[in-house]
């Protein structure tokens, strides 16, 4: 069931134009920043988006700590951003800090990608498991999805590992 919901997500991201998202992106920002729990944080964990998905980088903009994951041989890790934080590819095609400090501990508010969100609030991913074993290990304070209309579904059957989302920021047309 999740690898049908997962090629059903990625073909309709596919097949839209980024601009189609432009309008949710912003809303979904706006939810963000809104958010007394982001408003109360001091580290913010983001992402940087791949291939549609909802892009938040303009949070950067904020006067927070802010940390991207880098997939590493254990699982992901949170690198602060800073003035010489370079990202390149990795091989899913992710822009990620190349090095710095990590800060899997600091992050008291994280916002995870996702490609579809249950209304009980479970994620399902690109089935790496990435998200889910950090979750399990570092769990931040706050931790919210974020997704475009589409991909909010009702619900699918979890597996033992997948962890629950405290919440999520959702876009309207």
Request: aromatic letters at 14%.
């Given at each position: ?58 949070l950067t ?16 890790h949170f ?33 995870v990608p ?60």
């Amino acid at each position: 069931m999740k690898n049908d919901i997962r090629r059903q997500m990625i073909q309709i991201r596919t097949e839209s134009s980024s601009t189609a998202f432009n309008a949710q992106n912003d809303q979904i920002i706006k939810h963000i920043l809104n958010d007394q729990k982001y408003i109360d944080a001091k580290c913010v964990g983001l992402f940087y988006p791949l291939k549609n998905e909802v892009n938040l980088i303009a949070l950067t903009n904020g006067n927070k700590q802010y940390a991207f994951p880098k997939v590493e041989p254990d699982g992901i890790h949170f690198y602060l951003l800073d003035s010489k934080t370079s990202f390149r590819k990795s091989k899913f095609g992710v822009l990620e800090p190349h090095e710095g400090l990590i800060v899997d501990q600091e992050i008291d508010y994280l916002l995870v990608p996702a490609l579809a969100i249950s209304k009980d609030l479970y994620r399902i991913g690109f089935g790496k498991g990435y998200y889910d074993r950090f979750l399990a290990l570092h769990r931040p304070k706050h931790v919210y999805g974020v997704i475009y209309d589409f991909q909010e579904i009702n619900n699918f059957t979890q597996d033992v590992f997948d962890q629950k989302l405290d919440g999520y920021f959702k876009g309207s047309k």
